[in-house]
Nanobody, 121 residues
């Protein structure tokens, strides 16, 4: 089995910074794309950022220049550095990872349970 555990969420003031982490554990042959989504109350889940195995990344327009996604494959962890946070960044943040558990097994997508980020004035 594969598990993803997020950490680093909490309360942060407008303009502040926060770093989210998501660590994968279990049987893993290869980590492919890793990313973060978020869901605010009453809203649909939206993509925040993704990073591929070659290190290339993409961001939602709303977070470009403020958030940075990175990965450490040795630690099986993906990070989201959030700077200059705004009230509209308040949401539950979910990580996901595309994982091949065994060399001949197809890639499957796994999700964390989410971590709450609340931005206060």
């Amino acid at each position: 089995q594969v598990q993803l555990v997020e950490s680093g969420g909490g309360l942060v003031r407008t303009g502040g910074s926060l770093t989210l982490s998501c660590a994968a554990s279990g049987t893993i042959f290869r980590l492919n794309r890793m990313g973060w989504y978020r869901q605010a109350p009453g809203e649909q889940r939206e993509l925040v950022a993704v990073v591929d195995s070659d290190g290339s990344s993409n961001y939602a327009d709303s977070v470009k220049g403020r958030f940075t996604i990175s990965r450490d494959d040795a630690k099986k962890t993906v990070y989201l550095q959030m700077n200059s946070v705004k009230s509209e960044d308040t949401a539950v943040y979910y990580c996901y990872v595309d994982i091949r558990r065994y060399i001949l097994e197809p890639v499957h997508q796994y999700w964390g349970r989410g971590t709450q980020v609340t931005v206060s004035a």
